[in-house]
């Protein structure tokens, strides 16, 4: 009932007034610590916690939570059958019994030690239907950390409960053994628990780092998905997808100064995906293969200067989940089957929402990485970058590149556009011609007269090529005009089947 902790505190934790008073002192001097270090997060829901002084002496050794939080625990498991028979109905006599069991074991103990939500698993440990306890059972007889063993029960305790995120700080609160603890010490060793307990299959993580039991269905399902193969370049390829298809999507990079896209190359880890280009976006992730880290990585890219070298760090963990990935989705393609019992099916179809979940989070890390990447440009970091947002990050630092590639873009004073042409073709007037020729023109000129002078042939489609890649970057409309002023200035003739062409057939 909802009254069940009020219950609990008059019949089995009434104190005597030393330990009233020791347990007010203690209160007094933990009340700070005690809000943050029972504050869930992670998108969890929050339960109550201690009120006042009162409250705290009231309830030690318990935490509030642990009463609302049970309370949800059985009624969850009594829901999926975990009880047996007449036990089905769990109430406020079951709970009351079980947190008096728990209270004789911590009577005698330092007023320090508070209640582990693990210890309420011994309270119901016989009442449950023994598949269900068979491999918390054997990892008692298997595991050496007791750490890892409490983890397994409270993880089993909270498997149904809805709106209760198991994340490492959430776990580390169930599991809290006193106020006074050195916090980062304590979710490291929970980390390791938790890490011994995914490795043998115990438990399995999911999107965002959440933990989960996983009974023995669950259990014999992530085992096949572990030891499903996939192809060893698989987990690179998903990386290359997600880095260049899902988050920049577009391979061209608009310049500022004349608004025309440029096409760059894709790397990964050094490894060019697709075809080559004049310059390239070359992402170095956790993934490579070629030694790159934080101490290298400056001088490394010294001898990429056609690359922006965007690093995202060391994190080996992206790719596990990548290979997650691509194993679950070859397990669910190969084992999906009308055939399959009910159970199984289920455990498959939250394998599928669990996978969606896991990419979702990857792309979000990825994003994420890319904002808080470093990136270098021939041997040097790029500090003047703000933006977080990927694109926008990549484009800025791309466009300083394309500045490096292309040397003679400057040679353009002019942001050619269609009219430029028209205008060009269809003047008279030999005032827009009395200048000399332009460096641009002269660029041009000097291509065809080397084509002529080893007697190869000058297209229009030829001109466009050679001008657009580096050191070169000019746009097509831009060759055109060009063209057309050495044209207008009869330097150049334009022909098409041996005919020479007048400026009503060039601009057709």
């Not at 008096?100 to 309270?123: C, H, P, R, W």
């Not at 019992?341 to 979702?360: L, P």
């Not at 792309?363 to 790029?382: P, R, T, V, W, Y």
């Not at 190869?456 to 060009?482: H, M, N």
Request: proline share 2%.
């Amino acid at each position: 009932s909802a009254n069940a902790d009020e219950v609990i505190q008059k019949r089995l934790l009434l104190k005597n007034e030393e330990s009233n008073k020791l347990l007010i002192d203690i209160y007094s001097k933990e009340q700070n610590n005690v809000k943050t270090l029972l504050k869930f997060n992670d998108g969890s829901r929050q339960y109550q916690t201690y009120r006042d002084a009162e409250h705290f002496v009231n309830t030690y050794p318990f935490i509030p939570y642990q009463f609302d939080l049970f309370q949800a625990s059985i009624k969850a498991l009594s829901d999926h059958n975990a009880f047996i028979g007449s036990q089905q109905s769990v109430g406020e006599r079951s709970m009351l019994g079980v947190f008096q069991q728990v209270a004789k074991t911590y009577a005698e103990k330092d007023l320090n030690n508070i209640v582990s939500f693990s210890q309420m698993y011994e309270g119901i440990k016989d009442v449950l239907q023994s598949n269900i306890q068979s491999d918390i059972l054997q990892a008692e007889r298997s595991i050496d950390s007791p750490l890892a063993k409490d983890i397994l029960k409270a993880l089993f305790l909270v498997k149904y409960v809805k709106g209760f995120h198991a994340s490492v700080n959430n776990i580390a609160i169930l599991l809290l053994p006193k106020f006074d603890i050195d916090l980062t010490a304590f979710h490291k060793q929970v980390q390791e628990a938790l890490n011994l307990l995914e490795s043998q299959t115990y438990i399995q993580r999911t999107a965002g780092d959440l933990y989960e039991y996983l009974t023995n269905q669950e259990k014999d399902v992530e085992n096949e998905v572990k030891s499903t193969d996939i192809d060893p370049t698989a987990p690179g390829e998903l990386l290359a997808s997600y880095l260049f298809d899902e988050i920049l999507r577009d391979a061209k990079v608009k310049l500022d100064s004349n608004n025309q896209p440029y096409e760059f190359g894709k790397k990964l880890d050094d490894n060019v995906i697709g075809r080559d280009k004049d310059f390239y976006v070359n992402f170095i992730t956790p993934l490579n293969a070629n030694s790159v880290s934080t101490a290298n990585i400056n001088m490394w890219s010294a001898g990429r200067p056609n690359d922006l070298i965007v690093y995202l760090g060391e994190d080996k963990r992206l790719f596990d989940e990548l290979r997650l990935i691509k194993k679950t989705e070859k397990y669910i393609q190969t084992t999906n089957s009308p055939a399959l019992d009910e159970t199984k099916k289920r455990i498959i179809s939250d394998k599928a929402q669990q996978n969606q979940d896991r990419k979702r989070a990857v792309l979000n890390q990825l994003k994420e990485s890319i904002g808080d990447a470093k990136m270098f440009l021939n041997g040097s970091e790029m500090t003047d970058i703000g933006t977080k947002d990927p694109k926008n990050k990549i484009t800025q630092g791309a466009q300083q590149l394309i500045k490096t590639i292309y040397t003679n873009l400057k040679m353009l004073t002019v942001d050619f556009t269609e009219a430029h042409l028209q205008r060009i073709i269809q003047s008279q007037d030999d005032v827009l011609f009395k200048d000399g020729l332009h460096e641009m023109e002269v660029e041009v000129l000097n291509r065809v007269q080397r084509n002529k002078a080893a007697h190869e042939r000058t297209t229009i489609k030829s001109l466009i090529d050679a001008f657009y890649i580096r050191p070169y970057g000019w746009y097509q409309i831009a060759v055109l005009c060009i063209i057309a002023k050495l044209y207008k200035r009869n330097k150049i003739s334009l022909k098409q089947d041996g005919n020479n062409l007048d400026d009503k057939a060039v601009l057709d």
